[in-house]
């Protein structure tokens, strides 16, 4: 079995919560499943000072199980909460406005590439990585085949690292692990797993460890 560092790792994705408590949990229990690149916060429909206080407590959570915490949504609010990074969903306009200012002090990506075009275009941003799919696209179990086939392109001809949105079922990281990409993003296959997020974790790394092909290798 190799490294994680060499294959395809998770990225998982904070789904929607009204209770801070719950969401913190559900948190620490996926982080306590195996490992995990980062996890990105998104802001969802909470107003600003919400969204940091949120942000404040499960900033903390992901940064002490060893990942980075990205912030989607209000840079000041990533500035505050000490993020890692911060996880643009705009276009290429507000990506490459936040390379400028942020980088490198803060991990710089997202986009919303949906063809190779807008990939390239968001690519020569220079970000960190570009996020192909949306963050609540995991609305069947597989993910969209129009996005893994981004990703194995984008993944064949350019060194940024991309983040493919998986699908609501664990087993969905095998088909983007194999296109190439470095990361796979779970949401609901995860945080909404039968046997618990903590579960679906080692489930899902147990599969990126027994399928993904190895790069450099």
Known sequence: MGS???RCRLVLIVPQGEDAGL?????EDALRG?????VI???YALDD???QKRAEVLVPIVQAAGAAALVAGDSRVAG???ADGLHVVGGLEPLAEAVEKFTPKLIVGGGNADDRHKALEQGEANPDY???GKLEG???????PKNVALGEWWASMIEIPAIVMGGSDVASVVAVAESGVEFVALRQAVFGHAGGAAQAVAEANALLDEKAPRFGG
């Open 4 to 6: 994680p560092e060499d």
């Open 23 to 27: 969401q913190a949990k559900a948190l």
């Open 34 to 38: 195996g490992d995990v690149a980062s």
């Open 41 to 43: 916060i998104p802001q």
């Open 49 to 51: 000072d919400s969204f």
């Open 80 to 82: 505050r909460v000490k």
């Open 130 to 132: 570009i996020f192909i």
């Open 138 to 144: 995991d609305i069947k179990p597989e993910p969209h």
